[in-house]
């Protein structure tokens, strides 16, 4: 396998904000008005989780019995990033089409929260103007949501990527939803390595975390498995919303030879231009991306809520308030695989195997992953036959079980 991993060394510290008012607002002041600065905060809460209620509910939405439901978003980015919020937004407003519509399941949500103080704020007016369910959509509000969440116990929290619904710590109003990213990350792979003619692909990642860093190491793993001697060159470059890195690093991997790009989160508007612009191949995450560029975006993992957050107003409607972990999966329908007409009909009919494979469990991609890593280490140990037995201590931000930055240490 050749794989090179270059970090794109600006990383953006200053992020603007958009100043958040109480209760139910839409949240679309103009940024550039706006100096405050914040870094996203990546880690997840540093409670190690009790042992969780995981759902694995069906994508189908239950909308039986809705009623004057109120439910809020507090999100990082817009609901139209074509990403990481729009798939949540846009799951909200089908079941409240499903339901009826506004009369009885209302929608507000808060965007660009980048500050985690004015987001805490948002939260907790949102809660306190009486909204049923209020979703924290990012796990950089998780502590905030522990904070504000014993204030309010008969209102539903929710966040996400997580699986944490603070049971260790007595609390029964949380609930918690996650994408296991790297399965459609793997199909994309799989699909990838069978349609390039040069065999280099680039990935544009934002942060090196959370559902992000699972979808780029599962799509790392579909390519080197479908084809050992694929090139998969992966770039970092430090945020989320930065569609300029994003396009600076999609230019850099099409001038090392990539034919086929991929990456995830809202900045990769900006990679997709470039591909437009080179008539390179897009293969994306989280929302349909096929609007900007029809015939450049041929393949899309696509995030569909529906099941997860009307299981979860149903419950609240019922009285229970939290407790549940939700996870997306292909099986469960949560993940949704998208490929464009016209491809290769063989490179199709691997990523469809893969996508078959993963759904009856004859591929665990994290444990391929794993792998991936434990031989690497052994690689390494090898190397020193010599070395005497040592004590080795390790201080964590999350859990050991993360899937992201803790666990890949550990």
């Known amino acids: 396998m050749k794989l090179s991993r270059m970090l794109t060394l600006l990383l953006i510290f200053g992020l603007l904000l958009v100043s958040c008012g109480g209760g139910n607002t839409n949240g679309n002041e103009d940024m550039a008005d706006n100096t405050a600065v914040s870094e996203p905060n990546t880690t997840e809460n540093t409670a190690e989780p009790a042992e969780e209620t995981v759902a694995d509910v069906s994508a189908e939405a239950d909308v039986a019995g809705l009623e004057s439901v109120r439910v809020a978003i507090v999100m990082p980015s817009t609901i139209t ?12 407003v089908r079941i409240q089409e499903e339901a009826g519509g506004p009369d009885n399941v209302e929608i507000a949500y808060t965007e660009n929260m980048f500050n985690v103080t004015d987001a805490a704020a948002a939260i907790r007016d949102y809660a306190a103007d009486g909204f049923n369910l209020v979703i924290a959509h990012g796990t950089q509000y998780g502590t905030s949501l522990f904070e504000i969440a014993p204030d309010f116990p008969e209102t539903s929290f929710a966040w996400g990527t997580a699986v944490d619904t603070g049971k260790d710590q007595g609390l029964e109003n949380i609930f918690a939803y996650e994408a296991r990213a790297e399965q459609g990350g793997f199909i994309n792979g799989v699909l990838a390595a069978n349609l390039s003619e040069s065999g280099v692909l680039g990935v544009v990642g934002p942060v090196e975390a959370g559902d992000a860093k699972l979808y780029i190491d599962g799509f790392v793993a579909g390519a080197t498995y479908a084809n050992p001697d694929v090139q998969v060159n992966v770039s970092y470059t430090g945020s989320f919303g930065d569609t300029a890195l994003a396009a600076e690093a999609a230019n850099t991997h099409i001038a090392a030879g990539a034919d086929i790009l991929t990456g995830s989160a809202q900045q990769v508007v900006g990679a997709i231009g470039v591909a437009k612009e080179q008539g390179v191949f897009w ?85 391929m992953i794993s792998g991936e890593m434990m031989a690497d280490a052994g690689d390494m140990a090898a190397e020193y036959p010599e070395i005497e037995p040592v004590r080795i201590a390790l201080v964590m931000p999350s859990t050991i079980t993360d899937l992201a930055w803790s666990q890949s240490m550990y």
């Open 81 to 92: 990033d074509l990403a990481w919020s729009q798939s949540l937004y846009d799951a909200l």
């Open 283 to 367: 293969m994306g995450t989280q929302a349909d991306q096929s609007s900007l560029a029809p015939d450049i975006v041929v393949a899309s993992q696509v995030y569909d809520w529906q099941g997860v957050l009307s299981d979860m107003l149903q419950k609240n409607q019922a009285g229970e308030y939290g407790g549940t972990a939700y996870v997306l999966t292909l099986k469960n329908g949560g993940l949704v695989m998208q490929f464009a007409d016209g491809l290769n009909a063989d490179a199709v009919a691997a990523a469809d195997e893969a996508a078959a494979m993963i759904s009856d469990g004859s591929i665990d991609v994290m444990a």
